[in-house]
RNA sequence: GGAGACGUCGCAUAGUCCGGUCUAGUGCGCCACCCUGCUAAGGUGGUGACCCCGUAAGGGGUCCGAGGGUUCAAAUCCCUCCGUCUCCGCCA
């Protein structure tokens, strides 16, 4: 939800950032008039009401004729209130439809579609395979080689995207998030093991329900969502609070399984395990002080490029086009790690500066000087996912198919240096 | 799954049986000021959220777990739901 005062002061403001995102600028008029006929329909009811309460007050006292005189006019102003009250709730529910329909105001990102993104920096270079006089295997290859994926029986156990991590492919995964909760918990995050089944409501006000729905498990029979990342969880944590940010920022690490439909990807990433109906995830969430959300979000990527760097992968960081920003999100930084047989990059993290959207729909506020509360800025980037198996797999390839374990990860594995091919 | 109790403005609690004087009382906490050479104690006042009108001062409305209903009028009566607790049953 973005701040109707905003849209009243600066209607400007937010037609460019709709239109930045290749949205339909007009909504923002179609809100200033909803918002128009809104306020006139509220002091219509409030008025009356108020004439009401005090016709109450004197019915209390009135005795007799009076008393009888009196409640034939209240009754009368009865129907009036109800019908009153009736337009008022109309015409808000109107304006709050129109009103979640505007996605959050874009803040720095650059213009344009999917393919806009900048490229703010690479890091680490790739292998070149080439030289080392071998042909990389991609990372299903790989991980059946290691007896690490098995997506065959996934499949015939759940479906398609749907695999099985086996021995040291479990234990690589179970690696990785470790790693990702003790970074950050280093770091002053409190882990979290978070629901992953949430209400109706927590899932809209995390801004997942608008155009995106359909990617997303529903059951019906409980009317509960299944999350597609902890994040919504832990947005929903401190919902209708208000919350404490004088020492700075809340900080959350959240461990969950994350679960995504992939409706209308048919065709894409098909091979293993890069895009999976199921998968685990460290996420790190904050809470903030809106002018602070910049210098977190940026906090949020460096701690990122810290797993990064642990798994010894090279990648690229880009800031994220306007047009491809999720509706909750103002800005956008992925890291995007090479992957050598497709000769591409691949997602591996993702940090959004959802400035005040989420928190004004989830209800999450702070107190200022002066006891006026505000919304708070939420943030959320990723540490580790099942996908990052992927990247090292093809990344640490050794000649003969086993993969050498990054340094940064063998405490979490034992000590474990290579991960030999089961004959 | 069954039975029962409970849910009030930070915390604790009154009010609910018997609808209007509740414009929700009180204690604690907190804030400001006063007093006291410091501290403690004491005194006075204040003390929620949201929305609308207004430059402001101020005025008005909504909120007693949530949502409906009855009524001229609901914290109070009725219904549904949610949550917490206790007991029983069942299952890990």
Known sequence: MIDIALLRDNPQVVRASQIARGEDPAIVDAVLAADT??????????????????????????????????????????????????????????????????????????????DDFVVVRHVGTPRDFAAEGFEPRDHLALGEGLRAIDTARGAKVSGSRFYYLTGVGARLELAL????????????????????????????????????ADEIYHLGTDDLYLVGTSEVALAGYHSGEIVDLSEGPLRYAGWSACYRREAGSHGKDVRGIIRVHQFHKVEMFSYSRLEDADAEHQRLLAWEEDMLAKAELPYRVIDTAAGDLGSSAARKFDCEAWLPTQQRYLELTSTSNCTTYQARRLGVRERVAGGQTRPVATLNGTLATTRWIVAILENHQQADGSVRVPVGLRPYLGGLEVLEPVS
Do not use: C, W, Y
């Open 37 to 114: 006929s809104r306020r006139s329909a509220l002091g219509d009811f409030e008025a009356a009401r108020a004439q009401q309460k005090s016709l109450g007050r004197e019915v209390a006292q009135a005795k007799g004729e009076e008393r009888e005189v009196l409640l034939a006019r209240t009754k009368q102003l009865a129907d009036q209130v109800k019908s009153f009250q009736a337009k008022a709730g109309a015409a808000g529910e109107e304006l709050d439809s129109l009103l979640s329909q505007i996605q959050n105001i874009v803040e720095g990102a650059p213009p344009g579609g999917e």
């Open 177 to 212: 998030l470790n790693a990702a909760v003790d970074q950050a918990v280093a770091a002053g995050f409190v882990p979290v093991i978070t629901p992953t089944l949430v209400k109706p409501e927590i899932m809209a006000g995390t801004g997942f329900l608008g155009r995106h």
